[in-house]
């Protein structure tokens, strides 16, 4: 069949016919000629949607529960959220919140720290390690959803037991922050947005800010799509969760008189080491701080145009959501202060999820090099001291900005068939199958 539908035909009639021949290709990802598929997945890609055999499956459950374990039983974790749940005593005892310069949060999550502060101790030394690693686990199948791929598949199941030995994963886990809450969120907004779900996803977007507003940089994501109604629900949410807290705690101001300076002078020598930022890090290494400054303001601009140009590239429309909001995320990573290493958690679950696609970033090498250092069973002598983790941070969250970057400003390729991957013309910009859905391996 010729792709190019019947000779005579307008312009609309060829794309209807490319876009139709595309969907009959195999769900193994090969075209009808034998070569791969321009679009969807190839054999690797299948392959790795294929169900995993239930001693994978179960490995990678006891990895997860071996190392939550672990941490549960160390009285040490839980620090960061040990910060709300002392917001949440105070405001019951009827004092500020903000008393404690490390609430570095909106008065929206103190409220829902209050349920935590009638908890014991020894309550949450168990749940809060359990509670953040299901909430991961949650946020990871949520991203594969957005690809059609299962949980139990090949990839679904390596991503939950690598988690076992990635870095930011022990690290999110042992500290219990709440940037949890935008690790699940994303993809959940995503998936949605990808549906035409746009209120929707800014409405799940906005509950997680109101637990931590790691996710702001997302509504420019809204902006580039012109989704001036789910916007406004964004913004909306947030604003009207902390009006509304702020009527109920003691001294609000204190959030912009006390938290915010400490937050923008790059808080106190016992987070500062922590904090991989590159406004943070730079100066560390002896660049002074207004030109660190400038580099850091300068790479978020240049991230912000490479999102609006992997959007207006158009393609596979899971694709461009999540490229384009992980581009957009980064480039707030490394300019913010602060950027932890457990921020990395927010976008990756999206962008390993879009492993089976072939144009998908995980696809270079140089994303899983950037990535090789948090791996726990790698050790850097000169990089494992507290005071020194910072700087392998600061390469990991820049070089998956530079890897991503590359990728969202490339010029679309061409398929053999000589049409342009991703311009408006393509089969791209309709919904394509991503191979056989999850069976039995064979």
């Known amino acids: 069949m010729r792709l190019n539908g019947a000779s005579g035909g307008g312009g609309r009639g060829r794309d209807t016919a490319g876009a139709a021949g595309a969907r009959r290709d195999p769900p193994d990802g090969r075209g009808e000629r034998g070569g791969p598929a321009p679009h969807g997945v190839d054999a690797p890609g299948a392959w790795l949607r294929t169900r995993a055999s239930p001693p ?10 071996l190392t939550v374990t672990e941490i549960a039983g160390s009285a040490a974790n839980g620090i960061d959220n040990r910060v709300l749940v002392r917001a949440g005593r105070a405001l019951l005892d009827g004092g500020s919140p903000y008393a404690d310069k490390r609430l ?3 008065p929206s999550s103190v409220l829902l720290a209050v349920p935590e502060a009638e908890l014991g101790p020894r309550v949450l030394q168990v749940l809060v390690p359990v509670v953040t690693a299901l909430l991961i686990l949650a946020g990871w199948w949520a991203a594969l959803r957005i690809f059609d791929v299962s949980p139990r598949s090949r990839l679904g199941v390596a991503g939950a037991g690598g988690l076992a030995y990635f870095a930011p994963f022990r690290s999110e886990v042992g500290l219990g922050n709440w940037t949890v809450a935008s690790v699940l969120a994303l993809p959940v907004a995503l998936g949605l947005a990808a549906r035409n779900r746009w209120t929707a996803a800014a409405a799940v977007a906005g509950a997680a800010i109101c637990c931590k507003p790691i996710l702001v940089p997302l509504a ?38 006390k938290t915010l300076p400490f937050l923008l002078h790059g808080q106190d020598a016992y987070a500062r080491p922590y904090d991989a930022s590159l406004g943070t890090v ?24 490479a999102a609006r140009a992997r959007w207006r590239r158009g393609g596979d429309q899971r694709l461009r959501l999540v490229e384009t909001a992980s ?7 490394v300019a913010s202060r602060p950027a932890f290493l457990h921020y990395v958690l927010v976008i990756l679950p999206v962008l390993l999820a879009s492993l089976p696609l072939r144009a998908s970033v995980p696809r270079t090498p140089w994303f899983w090099i950037v990535l ?51 311009s408006a013309t393509s089969p791209a910009t309709c ?7 999850a069976g039995r391996s064979r």
């Open 220 to 257: 420019l994501l809204f902006v580039l799509a012109r989704r001036w109604r789910a916007l406004a629900v964004l913004a909306g949410i947030p604003l009207a969760a902390s009006v509304l807290a702020a009527l109920l705690i003691p001294h609000p101001g204190l959030l912009a008189t």
């Open 282 to 305: 730079l100066p560390r290494l002896g660049m002074p701080h207004t030109a660190a400054a400038a580099v850091a303001v300068a790479l978020a601009v240049a991230g912000v145009l």
């Open 372 to 422: 090789l250092p948090q791996n726990g069973a790698l050790l850097l002598p000169s990089l494992e001291s507290l005071q020194r983790r910072a700087f392998r941070d600061a390469v990991m969250l820049a070089g998956l900005y530079a890897v991503l970057a590359v990728r969202c400003l490339r010029r679309p390729g061409e398929d053999p068939r000589g049409r342009l991957l991703g």
């Open 56 to 65: 994978a499956q179960a490995a990678a459950a006891a990895l997860l529960v």
């Open 431 to 437: 919904p394509m199958p991503t191979g056989a859905p």
């Open 104 to 106: 570095l949060y909106l």
């Open 327 to 333: 581009m957009l995320m980064l480039s707030a990573f």
